[in-house]
């Protein structure tokens, strides 16, 4: 499809969008161009797509007749950055090899020695790593910002990053995993374009989109400047593939993808194939996978084994007022917590029949994992706990199995604990 996408539902770019069955001898669906190079008309022809990549003059990049090497763009890439950018509602966007190489080649883009970072918490536990083992070593520094739901906070903690360097960047992960905190993008935008007037530029917003999709959250029309999703989870859909994408303004996205032809972690045109393939679905599984994470999360909050679920569905206060205003569904994957520590816990994941023991999450099969014992073993105890991850804590990404045979499972597991 192509020409004006105005009006068209996401159901419908997700099935459409990026693919033009002219380019491909009128296959209804895309070849994946499995080629490293690109042969040229003419010698005149290879000067004006140089130009055209590095000078941005001349024939347009993505045309078919404009590709130079792999590593710098391919059909199947242009595809799937096409249909992405509209789903997230951005002019471009930018396709990765895995979601940390989104998240790494956007702090590397942006950030400069002596500049200071502002980071939700908690975040993903690659993201926490390279932030705060990593990037120290650059001369760049990151501050926690506490509850994302309260303009105090969120202003204590621009504040303290712009005491110690300029603010170049906020990078916001909303809902958190496995924790659900929920931060308000809104509210941080406004605040730091108020408070950055003192540093004469205003940050970044980089949101990690993971936990919701493109479907169920757009941080960008709450005011973000980026938004990165590991593709790997719920836009790849199958746990078999990995990748990730940033969306923004042309002007930005172009930034990243000039660092990713030399930083080399494009995706490659299979995965990006596999994964265009993957978005015609992803609608139906959003809402499919979140109904029914209310079932299991509503049979779990009435067994007297559990003593509380941490899902979206069911966050009250102040947090409620942001999710109602910000998000449009409550995604699959949420955390319980037994009554009870490790043996527990264990207890459980061994007697487990069909829920499969695996970190990740977004897949068309359900998985459970002890984070304390994997996702957040290298995390000291009393930040885990802080952040709300306790012995007994599971988290669950639900999948697309029936709810009833899910249920069951949990029930004759629970029975064991
Ligand atoms: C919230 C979040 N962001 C980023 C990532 C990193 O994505 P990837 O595993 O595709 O590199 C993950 C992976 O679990 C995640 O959960």
């Known amino acids: 499809m192509a020409g004006d996408i105005r009006g068209l539902s996401p159901e419908t770019l997700a099935v459409t969008l990026g693919y033009a069955s002219t380019s491909a001898f009128g296959a209804v669906k895309p070849p994946a161009v499995m080629t490293t190079t690109f042969v040229y008309q ?56 895995s979601g940390m190489a989104a998240i790494t080649t956007t702090l590397l883009a942006f950030l400069r020695p002596g500049d200071s970072v502002v980071c939700s ?37 621009i504040a303290e990053a712009m ?36 540093q004469g ?19 960008l029309a709450e005011g973000a400047d980026l938004c990165m999703t590991s593709l790997t989870k719920y836009c790849g859909g199958h746990s078999d593939l990995m990748a990730g994408g940033v969306s923004g303004s042309v002007e930005l996205v172009t930034r990243l993808k000039a660092l990713r032809t030399l930083s080399g972690n ?16 992803l609608p139906l599984r959003t809402d499919r996978a979140c109904s029914s994470a209310r079932q299991v999360a ?19 206060g102040a947090a409620r007022t942001v999710f109602d205003r910000q998000c449009r569904g409550t995604g699959s994957t949420f955390s319980f917590h037994l009554r009870g520590d490790e043996a527990e816990a264990f207890r459980l994941l061994d007697a487990l029949k069909l829920l499969r023991l695996a970190v990740s999450l977004g897949g068309s099969e359900t998985l459970i994992c002890n984070p304390a014992t994997t996702t957040h073993y290298q995390t000291p105890r009393e930040r885990r706990e802080a952040g709300g991850i306790f012995p007994g804590t599971m988290r669950v990404s639900v999948g697309l199995e029936a709810p ?5 499972d949990l029930a004759q597991a629970l029975d064991k604990v």
């Open 42 to 97: 003419s010698a005149q022809h290879s000067k004006d797509v140089h130009e055209a990549f590095f000078n941005g003059t001349g024939p347009a990049v993505g045309a078919s007749d404009a590709y130079i090497y792999t590593r710098l763009g391919h059909p199947n890439l242009t595809m799937v950055e096409t249909r992405l950018a509209a789903l997230d509602g951005a002019p471009a966007s930018a396709v990765f090899c």
């Open 121 to 157: 918490r908690p975040c993903y536990g690659g993201t926490d790593g390279y932030l705060t083992t990593v990037l120290p070593d650059f001369g760049i520094t990151t501050f926690g910002m506490g509850d994302g739901c309260d303009d105090a906070s969120i202003r204590s903690a």
């Open 163 to 198: 005491a110690a360097g300029p603010l170049r960047l906020i990078h916001l992960e909303s809902p958190a995993n496995p924790t659900a905190a929920i931060v308000d993008i809104a509210a941080v935008a406004r605040i730091s374009a108020e408070l950055s007037s003192a």
């Open 201 to 219: 530029f205003r940050p970044i917003i980089l949101v990690d989109n993971t936990f919701l999709g493109p479907l169920l959250q757009s941080p």
């Open 266 to 281: 494009h995706l490659d045109p299979f995965s990006a194939w596999l994964l265009l393939r993957s978005f015609e679905t």
């Open 298 to 316: 509503e049979f779990l909050r009435g067994h007297p084994k559990v003593a509380g679920v941490t899902y979206l569905g069911f966050i009250e």
């Open 404 to 408: 009833a045979d899910l249920i069951a």
